[in-house]
């Protein structure tokens, strides 16, 4: 009997996104399968609004056993706009940052509890505005070849919910639903159901670009 190689299909997943990413991004094209309806325009204006502000988040992959996992986070109950809501570890840009790459890395260190030199960036995704905060995000994609031991940071982050890279790319996971937001108004979301959390909004988006480029030039080549 054939004993499968420690980290083998890791190993094979970080090579076909590293090779994903010698192509063009699709932008809106990816983005716009997981976008709430009616859609907010401004997300895809084409001059960049100024006055934003910049933000960054990351897909963190990492190993634990065979299997390729990636964290998502539960914010907690807050007076804010994203309040309980799922998102990648990030956050805003500050000063002291190198670059929006640095932002994503710091603040992954920073909620997380992982080491941000121990992570490697495969590359960026398409950047997406967020209206209600008036935030321009820049997702990144990067791992560490580790099981990291997460220490989340509880005044950040509420719950840990960690998926396997497996589950995202299985459609079944992609479900719709009614939200009602703050202001009263009720919208139609595309979402993905990932641990019975409802991950929906800028995170879905950015995270179905990568999942667009996975099908479009990974999925016909590597079975999961």
């Not at 960049?48 to 933000?55: A, H, V």
């Not at 509890?113 to 398409?126: E, F, M, T, Y």
Request: hydrophobic share 40%.
């Amino acid at each position: 009997m054939k004993v499968p190689r420690k980290q083998e299909e890791f190993k094979k997943i970080l090579a076909h996104l590293e090779d994903m990413f010698r192509i063009s991004l699709p932008g809106m094209e990816g983005q716009l399968p997981m976008a709430p309806l009616p859609l907010e325009e401004e997300r895809f204006a084409i001059k960049e609004q100024i006055s934003t502000r910049k933000g960054a988040v990351l897909f963190l992959l990492y190993p634990d056993g065979d299997n390729c996992l990636l964290p998502f986070i539960k914010r907690p109950i807050y007076e804010g706009v994203h309040s309980g809501q799922i998102s990648l570890p990030g956050g805003k840009f500050e000063n002291g940052d190198a670059d929006l790459q640095a932002t994503a890395l710091r603040e992954t260190g920073e909620e997380l509890g992982v080491n941000a030199d121990d992570i490697l960036v495969l590359g960026g995704l398409s950047k997406l505005y967020i209206p209600p905060s008036n935030f321009t995000v820049y997702p990144y994609l990067g791992y560490v070849s580790y099981t990291p031991e997460f220490a989340p940071d509880p005044r950040e982050v509420d719950r840990l919910i960690i998926c396997d890279f497996k589950r995202l790319v299985n459609k079944a996971v992609r479900k719709k639903k009614e939200i009602e937001l703050a202001n009263g108004q009720v919208i139609q979301a595309p979402y993905f159901d990932i641990q019975g959390e409802v991950v929906w909004g800028a995170t879905a988006m950015m995270l179905s670009e990568l999942i667009f480029l996975w099908e479009k030039h990974v999925a016909g080549t590597v079975k999961l």
